[in-house]
């Protein structure tokens, strides 16, 4: 517990340090791209909820973007990764991942959230990747006693071909979200926005974890550059 304590306050302050200048890239980028409000449609309306889910659309597509560009450099990124994890000590490997998984997660939320960041629901906006960070952690640490505790689940889940998987990871929770806004004021945005993320970490894990071994070993042999030797 004292280790997850330490990757969730290292992650905050990665949130919280980087917030502005990781948020730049995906500013521009929506910053460019045509801007309209739904004002002339009458709340509660399906052509309301229309327009709104395209000036959602246009909101995300800045981050979208940017991490579409950082997947076309995950290799030298994972390149990057592996030349600092041999210069480090093997006791701070632990860190690696789930500081990555925080910046790079940050770049996107902080892209949509820059205005709203001191607003809270679970957490304040402009830490919430952390909990991104910790379930890194949490993944990669208790990942294989989660899945011998779920083998019947995970089992039953492998029936299913991937593209099923795939399609329930990402239907369960957008379903989940049009349910909590179909409502003429929504209340409680952030809590419900930051809930269904973890509800979608939760079902993307479920639905796609592969079930390859314990994970944590092959998460340290890939940060203490082994993998990239063989």
């Known amino acids: 517990m004292a280790a997850a304590a330490v990757v969730f306050v290292a992650s905050a302050l990665i949130s919280l340090i980087s917030w502005v200048p ?9 910053a460019a791209l045509p801007q309209f409000t739904c004002a002339a449609y009458r709340p509660g309306t399906l052509t309301n909820y229309m327009c709104a889910a395209g000036v959602a659309l246009m909101a995300v597509a800045g981050p979208v973007l940017v991490i579409f560009l950082l997947f ?11 030349y600092i994890a041999l210069r480090l000590p093997k006791e701070m490997h632990f860190f690696l991942a789930p500081l990555l998984a925080t910046a790079l997660y940050t770049i996107a939320w902080a892209g949509v959230h820059y205005a709203t960041a001191t607003l809270t629901g679970i957490l304040p906006q402009i830490i919430f990747p952390a909990v991104i960070g910790l379930f890194t952690y949490a993944v990669a640490r208790y990942g294989s006693d989660v899945q011998r505790a779920l083998t019947p689940l995970l089992d039953y889940r492998d029936r299913f ?14 379903v989940l979200s049009l349910l909590l ?46 993998q990239s030797r063989v």
């Open 72 to 82: 076309v450099l995950r290799a030298p990124l994972a390149k990057g990764l592996g």
């Open 22 to 30: 990781l948020s730049l890239p995906s500013r521009f980028i929506s």
């Open 181 to 226: 806004t179909l409502q003429e004021r929504v209340t409680q945005e952030t809590l419900k926005e930051q809930g269904i993320v973890l509800i979608a970490l939760c079902t993307g894990y479920l639905a796609l974890a592969p079930r390859s071994g314990d994970f944590w070993s092959g998460a340290e042999r890939f940060v203490s550059g082994e």
């Open 161 to 174: 071909p991937k593209w099923a998987r795939i399609l329930a990871a990402i239907a369960i929770p957008l």
